[in-house]
């Protein structure tokens, strides 16, 4: 259980997040949505215990949350990936870090249900395309089965298709193996489709923190209400209803 | 850029095959024949004490270029290890490591070398420290100004993430970024290693007599400039051609990698 | 302000820095100290009472804080202390070496840009033509000749076979063109390589070629956009020439037998005495953290992004 505790992280003078207070809870997914400089990625740091917390606590059933090894999937896939090492390296790395040896028949599943042949792992970032590269950097996050996942704006270096694709992806592997998932984004409609719940930040705070669907049919603040009719003028919200 | 590589292959090649291609030994003494003009026996004539000056050369090659070689890569062993670790151990470390690199930079790097091998007495082994200990900043300054920026890397994140120890990360995701420019930083230092070496054999500082090096034996040559100035030539255009070579090498090898002007 | 204090309070750390390198170094060098002034004081082999009398008289029976603080106080005071061997106030000798480097240094230094500016303009008139390439090669030949060899060749052409210029020693004026010119070529080669490049980056501003097109004057762009752009590898190249000035006058002037800093170091060197070892090398590492120091100061006014990016 993820708890994130009324936490405050100033940089300089400006506060990027005040009194942020969350929880989730393993199998569930958390949607953070926002708009860019709202806070979303500083959130990220502060649960990986990158960025640190000016006051307030976040926790993994009560303790420090890298000792349960959290997993991060990033925005930009093949940066996230070091250019001089086979991506087959870089995704053994959680393994090789405790010393642990891959289970071949583990791997071979997550492989088929990511859709991954043996034969990209042996290449190099620079030499898959974006969305492949996304599925690989899945792929490392899930090897260790980590409890919790974290997603940052996952979905928004990929084309609209491979979004679609790659979202269903997640949410199949996230059934099957039951992590709790942290998903930043500022696409509503991926919130509203793949979460269990929304929580709305807006200049460091949390405006509101409600369940996907009733977000859907009935924002509690003006700001959320916004975002929605928002997300419903482009179409995004469309494919869920 | 070709002809610079060929040329650079062609010094590599006469450093150690030096011995093996010297007509005659560089360290004979042959009074009679002293200060001889060159001729067919003696190409490029013979020294004050008729001792054969290709030969010598050749030998010298040895010296001249293998020490700047060990003392060279010791910088860079010693300036990378501290760079890393200025990127990687924290506010505390980095100040401590960038201070350490500045009071060694706070002194032209041959007149400290010069103090440094002339304190601790002539020979090769002072020479070696001396042009190590002054010659890792540079490295220092490279490898931990990359690695800086390294730090926020997507990969070296996820890196930290998995729990990778800061030995693992420097190791596979530090160096192989930092590789390229620390070999362009390496050329410049390998090039300045031969001119240390050169100017402290000189200065009776360095590597000493009957060894044949060639800033000793420019200080030999010197006495003898009216009789024999030929004899002074030599050993001055080795060390000109060796620098000219590793400089161009690190030109074409900057050029090549797309880099910054680093080195000078 | 705040980095000015930060900067002025580095350079103090790396003075203190330098200060304790060079004693542990004298400290910790073979040989003993006292015997080696006994010896060159005496020119002979000193019974042993005179080397332990020495040895109390210089402080180096105290141990290493007593004597490191024995010597850094009266130099703070401006006390550079006597000399081992002669018994002479180092002071006034340090005066008259500098006095002999200055005139050398700024003599190399007018040389190095008289020879590179022209180099450096005509270079980047049509850059990858002829001059251009020209210039790059004399400049890359010129850094790999070291300043040793050259100075000798100087003197062997214009000393020995022509008979034109006098080599050794400062007796007359005439006596520091060789010299300076050793030191100049050194310095040109290296400027104009810097110089070079600066231009060439000013000129190849990605905003010039529309005040261009907007009929700015081109005498107004070269002062206005351009200039401003050059100073800054022209005020790097000054901290960077001051190390190379200094290394260069310590060769230059024991090829010349030329009195100055340079042969003042080495002299105290060969002679094992310490005070003056010392002396020269603090004040050198004044001189250049200074230097460092202001080049540091002007190089933030003349563009603020540096000072942003090391804040």
């Known amino acids: 259980m993820l708890s994130v505790e009324r936490v405050c992280v100033r940089r300089g003078n400006s506060a990027t997040l005040q009194d942020v207070s969350l929880s989730l809870a393993p199998g569930r997914t958390l949607a953070v949505v926002g708009e860019s400089g709202a806070g979303k990625s500083t959130l990220i740091g502060a649960v990986l215990g990158l960025v640190p917390c000016t006051s307030g ?18 925005q930009e896939p093949r940066s996230a990936f070091n250019p001089a090492l086979s991506l087959h390296c870089s995704v053994m790395e959680p393994l090789t870090a405790t010393g642990t040896r891959a289970d071949p028949d583990r791997l071979a599943a997550l492989c088929q249900g990511l859709e991954i042949t043996p034969d990209l792992l042996a290449r190099r970032p620079g030499q898959v395309s974006v969305g492949q590269a996304q599925r690989v950097g899945i792929l490392r996050a899930l090897i260790a089965a980590p409890p919790l996942v974290l997603f940052d704006e996952p979905l928004s270096a990929l084309d609209a298709v491979t979004q679609k694709h790659t979202a269903r992806l997640i949410a199949a592997l996230q059934r099957e193996a039951g992590f709790a998932a942290l998903i930043v984004t500022h696409d509503l409609g991926y919130a509203a489709a793949f979460a269990d719940d929304i929580a709305v930040l807006r200049a460091g705070r949390i405006e509101e923190l409600t369940p996907a669907r009733a977000f859907v049919e009935a924002p509690q603040t003006d700001y959320g209400r916004r975002l929605r009719d928002a997300a419903f003028a482009l179409g995004a919200l469309e494919r869920v209803a | 850029m070709r002809s610079v590589g060929c040329l650079a292959l062609i010094l590599m090649a006469l450093a150690l095959l030096g011995p093996v291609l010297a007509p ?10 002293r200060l001889s003009p060159p001729g067919p026996d003696w190409w490029l004539g013979t020294d004050a004490m008729g001792r054969d000056i290709l030969s010598r050369l050749l030998h010298g090659a040895r010296w001249s270029l293998g020490l700047a070689f060990l003392i060279s ?6 300036g990378t290890l501290a760079g890393l670790v200025a990127a990687l151990g924290g506010k505390l470390a980095d100040w401590v490591v960038m201070r350490t690199t500045d009071t060694f930079l706070a002194f032209p790097e041959l007149v400290a070398a010069v103090v440094i091998a002339g ?14 200990v002054t010659g890792w900043m540079r490295y220092a300054r490279v490898a931990r100004a990359i690695g800086l920026s390294l730090g926020t890397r997507g990969y070296v994140v996820q890196g930290r993430l998995a729990g990778l120890s800061p030995l693992a990360i420097a190791r596979w995701h530090y160096l192989p970024s930092l590789m390229p420019s620390l070999a362009v930083v390496w050329t410049g230092m390998f090039a300045r290693a031969i001119l240390g070496i050169s100017a402290l054999g000189f200065l009776g500082f360095g590597v000493q007599p009957p060894l044949p090096e060639w800033g000793t034996m420019l200080l030999d040559a010197r006495i003898h400039m009216r009789s024999t100035p030929l004899q002074m030539i030599w ?12 400089n161009l090498a690190g030109d074409a090898l900057r050029d090549a990698l797309g880099g910054e002007d680093v080195h000078r | 302000m705040r980095t000015v204090a930060g900067l002025v309070l580095r350079a103090v750390v790396v003075l203190t820095g330098t200060a304790l390198a060079t004693f542990s170094l004298l400290w910790h060098a073979p040989g003993d100290p006292a015997l080696a002034i006994a010896e060159a004081r005496y020119a002979a082999i000193p019974p042993a009472e005179v080397v332990e009398l020495i040895r109390a008289e210089a402080g180096l029976d105290a141990g290493f804080w007593p ?24 002071w006034p000798e340090l005066l008259t070496a500098f006095s002999y480097t200055v005139p050398l240094a700024l003599a190399g230094l007018m040389i190095g840009l008289g020879l590179s500016l022209p180099l450096a303009y005509a270079a980047t008139r049509r850059p990858g033509g002829w001059r251009d390439r020209s210039a790059v090669a004399l400049a890359s030949i010129g850094a790999a000749i070291p300043a040793y060899w050259l100075g000798l060749l100087l003197i062997l052409l214009f000393a020995v076979q022509l008979g034109w210029l006098p080599a050794m020693g400062a007796r007359s004026p005439a006596h520091v063109i060789l010299p300076a010119l050793t030191l100049g070529l050194g ?34 762009i070269a002062r206005d956009h351009i200039a401003p752009h050059a100073a800054i590898p022209v005020v790097t190249v000054f901290g960077l020439e001051l190390a190379f000035l200094l290394e260069g006058a310590v060769m230059v002037e024991v090829i010349f037998a030329r009195p100055g800093l340079g042969s003042f170091l080495v002299s105290a060197i060969e002679t094992r005495d310490f005070p003056k070892v010392q002396a020269v090398v603090m004040l050198t590492a004044v001189l250049f953290v200074t230097v460092n120091l202001v080049t540091d100061l002007i190089y933030r006014r003349l563009d603020p992004r540096i000072a942003d990016r090391h804040a």
């Open chain 2, 235 to 246: 050993p001055g255009l080795a060390v000109v051609v060796c620098v000219l070579a590793i």
């Open chain 1, 57 to 74: 606590a976040v926790s993994w059933n009560g303790a420090p949350v890298r000792h349960c090894r959290p997993a991060l999937v990033m």
């Open chain 3, 187 to 220: 310095v040109a080669a290296a400027l104009t390589r810097i110089l070079r490049s600066g231009i060439l980056e000013a000129r190849n501003q990605p905003f010039l070629p529309a005040i261009q097109r907007r009929g700015v004057a081109s005498r107004d």
């Open chain 2, 24 to 33: 005659h030994d560089p360290t004979q003494i042959n009074i009679p024949q």
């Open chain 2, 119 to 132: 304190l601790l007495g002539a020979g090769t082994g002072s020479l070696i420290f001396a042009l190590t």
């Open chain 3, 67 to 90: 004597a490191f603080l024995g010597w850094i106080t009266p130099l703070l005071q401006g006390d550079f202390g006597q000399s081992m061997v002669t018994g002479r106030d180092i």
């Open chain 2, 73 to 78: 890569v010791a910088g860079l062993l010693i």
